[in-house]
T-cell receptor
Framework: QKEVEQDPGPLSVPEGAIVSLNCTYSNSAFQYFMWYRQYSRKGPELLMYTYSSGNKEDGRFTAQVDKSSKYISLFIRDSQPSDSATYLC?????????????FGGGTRLMVKP | NAGVTQTPKFRVLKTGQSMTLLCAQDMNHEYMYWYRQDPGMGLRLIHYSVGEGTTAKGEVPDGYNVSRLKKQNFLLGLESAAPSQTSVYFC??????????????????FGPGTRLTVT
């Protein structure tokens, strides 16, 4: 079983929809939770960063962490075709040597005009 | 700022051949990483470096070697390429502390990738 699980999709939604992307994890030592966005044939870029449990909002994006359930989510409001990309969750904990990240496999999102 | 650059962008190797992938960053970052990305497997860490002259193994280090002789460069070597090493390789770097309080290593800046095919 992988440490971080993510539905690969693809997830197809109409423009303007609210999108929910999720990851589950098994390592209770994870304290830091990130969402990276990767456009086709490009490198990933950091989208959201959260520490421990709670919510964080940045424009149309909201990241949510529920450590008791070992579940994290990324919500995208008013989705746009430009949001079409693969979204990777990533995590790390205090004990990770070199502050290594553990990535999920990514969910491919398609927003149709 | 060019950010993180990778050379080459594409390469085809025959089994048994060797090659070196070069990663360069101009952001003065201490931490650097090499990943491979395969369909359904996500990003897997090969090797990483927390500073000039230091390297360490990641999740999938077998068949690869690295060197960090200069702070801005991180080299990934394949001594004897195998078809199982066909993948997209990404380099990343990270500052000591990221924006919004991100811990070192959490805010990683990625290069554009190198597509390697081993036949």
């Amino acid at each position: 079983q992988k440490e971080v699980e993510q539905d690969p999709g693809p997830l197809s939604v109409p423009e303007g929809a609210i999108v929910s992307l999720n990851c589950t994890y098994s390592n209770s030592a994870f304290q830091y939770f990130m969402w990276y966005r990767q456009y086709s044939r490009k490198g990933p870029e950091l989208l959201m960063y959260t520490y421990s449990s709670g919510n964080k909002e940045d424009g149309r994006f909201t990241a949510q962490v529920d450590k008791s359930s070992k579940y994290i989510s990324l919500f995208i409001r008013d989705s746009q075709p430009s949001d079409s990309a693969t979204y990777l969750c990533a995590m790390s904990g205090w004990g990770n040597a070199g502050n290594m990240l553990t990535f999920g496999g990514g969910t491919r999102l398609m927003v149709k005009p | 700022n060019a950010g993180v650059t990778q050379t080459p962008k594409f390469r085809v190797l025959k089994t048994g051949q060797s090659m070196t992938l070069l990663c360069a960053q101009d952001m003065n970052h201490e931490y650097m990483y090499w990943y491979r990305q395969d369909p359904g497997m996500g990003l897997r860490l090969i090797h990483y470096s927390v500073g000039e002259g230091t390297t360490a193994k990641g999740e999938v280090p077998d068949g690869y070697n690295v060197s960090r002789l200069k702070k801005q460069n991180f080299l990934l070597g394949l001594e004897s390429a195998a078809p199982s090493q066909t993948s997209v390789y990404f380099c990343a770097s990270s500052p000591p502390a990221g924006s919004g309080g991100a811990r070192a290593g959490n805010e990683q800046y990625f290069g554009p990738g190198t597509r390697l095919t081993v036949t």
